[in-house]
């Protein structure tokens, strides 16, 4: 069983940055993909940011377009630790964010989440 468990999130000015950080309790560096989901309210879940593991380049990332130049993943295989640094926060960006493994199923082209995080509050206003 993996345990996922966000923090760093909270209230911020819209400019500002967080940076959120996801303690798993597991051996990130051997997950398929570990990323970061958000949720605002009446909008569905939708993927912010993933890095898979590549055995040929040690790891591709994807970023959501609305995201894109403002947010970095990272991860800190080590600590067995994912972040998430946002910068230029927007109030679109307002939402409840989550982290997430997934794994490669046998014979598929698609990652399938198999574990969640509880989630972490981001609100962005002034």
């Known amino acids: 069983q993996v345990h996922l468990v966000e923090s760093g999130g909270g209230l911020v000015q819209p400019g500002g940055s967080l940076k959120l950080s996801c303690a798993v309790s597991?051996?990130?560096?051997?997950?398929?993909?570990v990323g970061w989901y958000r949720q605002a309210p009446g909008k569905e879940r939708e993927l912010v940011a993933r890095?898979?593991?590549?055995?040929?380049?040690?790891?591709?990332?994807f970023y959501a377009d609305s995201v894109k130049g403002r947010f970095t993943i990272s991860r800190d295989n080590a600590k067995n630790t994912l972040y998430l640094q946002m910068n230029s926060l927007k109030s679109e960006d307002t939402a409840v964010y989550y982290c997430a493994k997934a794994v490669l199923p046998s014979g598929k082209s698609f990652y399938t989440i198999d574990y969640w995080g509880q989630g972490t509050q981001v609100t962005v206003s002034s």
């Open positions: 890095i898979s593991n590549n055995i040929t380049s040690g790891g591709t990332t």
């Open positions: 597991g051996s990130i560096a051997i997950f398929g993909a």
